[in-house]
T-cell receptor, first 115, second 112 residues
Framework: GAVVSQHPSRVICKSGTSVKIECRSLDFQATTMFWYRQFPKQSLMLMATSNEGSKATYEQGVEKDKFLINHASLTLSTLTVTSAHPEDSSFYIC???????????FGEGSRLTVL | GDSVTQMEGPVTLSEEAFLTINCTYTATGYPSLFWYVQYPGEGLQLLLKATKADDKGSNKGFEATYRKETTSFHLEKGSVQVSDSAVYFCALSGQAGTALIFGKGTTLSVSS
């Protein structure tokens, strides 16, 4: 099946620094990618929807200046957590929609720990 | 807005036991319904889906039937294995191409 790769899988950073997470569709073109955040023992909360070549659409309550999303190509979307703080520590998951079938594929997730 | 409610876990079963994980939804229109599974250390994988009322999705011995009258999509398996231990998420998609809305997930632990 189609593969979506996220990198890094784990990252630890100091408070105030920025962290970039990449989401790549390895064998298909993804016209749309979704970014989710998962808190312990809680559901995946949709953060934003990104379409290739256009600005991301953020869900209510998600700060677009804090969580910068770039979808520069049909195989790559990036999420940058700017000026990270401990409350940003979480598990971030991307999902990519395959252009022809519309099926969604998920990355393995990236665990961010902000000290 | 649309939402998904699934039973709280963890669910602990012995091997070969019968499994049911309840899932109900609230949505306008006719959503597509999904079950995803997350094995330890791995990403989400689609387990099965149903796109219209009375459809039954099935895969790897798991089944779920789209019940519009009860707005439910309960996951069942007749005989679980240790390898089924994972977190199971019920999800819906309100419109084609939109993001999925997930339930909170149910952790299943199967012991031999």
């Amino acid at each position: 099946g189609a593969v979506v790769s996220q990198h890094p899988s784990r990252v630890i950073c100091k408070s105030g620094t920025s962290v970039k997470i990449e989401c790549r569709s390895l064998d298909f073109q993804a016209t749309t990618m979704f970014w989710y955040r998962q808190f312990p023992k809680q559901s995946l909360m949709l953060m934003a929807t990104s379409n290739e070549g256009s600005k991301a659409t953020y869900e209510q309550g998600v700060e677009k200046d804090k969580f910068l999303i770039n979808h520069a190509s049909l195989t790559l979307s990036t999420l940058t957590v700017t000026s990270a703080h401990p409350e940003d520590s979480s598990f971030y998951i991307c999902s990519a929609r395959e252009g022809q079938t519309g099926e969604l594929f998920f990355g393995e997730g990236s665990r961010l720990t902000v000290l | 807005g649309d939402s998904v409610t699934q039973m709280e876990g963890p669910v602990t079963l012995s091997e070969e036991a019968f499994l049911t994980i309840n899932c109900t939804y609230t949505a306008t229109g006719y959503p597509s319904l999904f079950w995803y599974v997350q094995y330890p250390g791995e990403g989400l994988q689609l387990l099965l889906k149903a796109t219209k009322a009375d459809d039954k999705g099935s895969n790897k011995g798991f089944e779920a039937t789209y019940r519009k009258e009860t707005t439910s999509f309960h996951l069942e398996k007749g005989s679980v294995q240790v390898s089924d231990s994972a977190v199971y998420f019920c999800a819906l998609s309100g419109q084609a191409g939109t993001a999925l809305i997930f339930g909170k997930g149910t952790t299943l632990s199967v012991s031999s």
